[in-house]
């Protein structure tokens, strides 16, 4: 298999956690946590660490360490998946980063708006905040340069289809 880095991206509640955590579970859950790498018990790896409530890239210290994480993680590993908000924006960090493995996978998900104020509502008492509506074009304009640059990119309406379907079609996809 080439290495690979694929980047789980999208706005808040647009289902990027539950989707990294239904493939955790799919490569047999976290087998040990150590410099930002949070190794599967399939030989996954996974940005960030996943025994907190919102996990991902968005618990390390900035997007500047990423590159350094995915270089690690490919040394031992095949592929290694990031996801978090701070994945929604472009630019050399990110780039650095991706471009580390020999194939780069994009997923961007999606929901309309209203999914998203009932995410929210359901998980905090959130809001539709204008941020999020500006993350969620920002998400998707993000998307559209990772395919300019010559990425495989994905977009999925998390409305269409469950967490564990778009787990499975993500892990088909890293298969091919």
Known sequence: MRK????IIGTNASGKSTVARKLIESFGGVESYKDGISSTRDGVAFAGRYDV????????NGTTILRDIVKKALESTDCIICEG???KCWGQNLT????????????FLYAPLQEIQKRLAERSNGTLSKDIIRGQRESAHSAKKWQTAGCDVVAIDTTKQTPDQIADFIINKINL
């Open 85 to 87: 908000m701070r994945l």
């Open 96 to 107: 650095h980063a991706m471009f580390n493995a020999d194939r780069q996978i994009v997923i």
């Open 53 to 60: 409530k919102y996990g991902g890239v968005d618990n390390l």
């Open 4 to 7: 690979t880095c694929v980047f």
